[in-house]
């Protein structure tokens, strides 16, 4: 099984923040947290990752919690092209997905 | 750069066929995973290959043979294939346990 949680289903409101929370309690010192995202059937889609600091890209924020238990995705400004399930992975090598987050951005 | 190829894109088997999906990558990366994703589910890991030369099992291995054939190629084998197999198949690699996957555009197969 994967060793993350995630609710079901969120929605946002366009052009405002989406905040996607997951809980990993059982992560392990080496082990990184993944954020990927699928639209529709297509391959799933890196987005970030981090250890321990929390990092920022092009597409979004990590926020992890000072032990490491739960992290935060944050899309800055929302758009119905990031209308997608989101996952949320932790790992060494042995990678599991989740169900996901379905994320739905309306106008 | 091609990234990570998968062959064939499509494919119908007949019940208790045999086939082996390709996936090839041009990134020089050490790891490679088999996941499956049936209709509305996440993806569910099958085998991965940590480094060449070895393969483990992930969650849902029954069914299934890979083989790592050299660092660029990691095949997946279904010996006699079920309508339970009917599924999009994805293959990823990554450079290492720091390092995100890449995927291919995955392999839609369907067992009658």
């Known amino acids: 099984d994967a060793k993350t949680t995630q609710p079901t289903s969120m929605d946002c409101a366009e052009g405002r923040a989406a905040n996607l929370p997951c809980n990993h309690s059982?992560?392990?010192?080496?082990?990184?947290v993944y954020w990927y995202r699928q639209i529709h059937s297509q391959g799933p889609q890196y987005i970030i990752h981090?250890?321990?600091n929390n990092e920022t890209n092009e597409m979004a924020s990590l926020i992890i919690t000072e032990d490491r238990k739960s992290s935060t995705l944050i899309l800055p400004h929302a758009t119905l092209r990031d209308t997608a399930v989101y996952y949320c992975i932790v790992g060494y090598y042995d990678m599991r997905f989740g169900a996901g987050t379905r994320l739905t951005v309306k106008p | 750069n091609a990234g990570v190829t998968q062959t064939p894109k499509f494919q119908v088997l007949k019940t208790g066929q045999s086939m082996t999906l390709q996936c090839a990558q041009d990134m020089n990366h050490n790891s490679m995973y088999w996941y499956r994703q049936d209709p509305g589910m996440g993806l569910r890991l099958i085998y991965y290959?940590?480094?060449?030369?070895?393969?483990d099992k992930g969650e849902v291995p029954n069914g299934y043979n890979v083989s790592r054939l050299n660092k660029r190629e990691f095949s997946l084998r279904l010996e006699s294939a079920a309508p339970s197999q009917t599924s999009v198949y994805f293959c990823?690699?990554?450079?290492?346990?720091?390092?995100?996957?890449?995927f291919g555009n995955g392999t839609r197969l369907t067992v009658t």
């Open positions: 290959s940590a480094s060449e030369g070895t393969t």
């Open positions: 990823a690699s990554r450079g290492g346990y720091n390092s995100p996957l890449h």
């Open positions: 059982t992560i392990s010192g080496n082990e990184y």
């Open positions: 981090g250890l321990k």
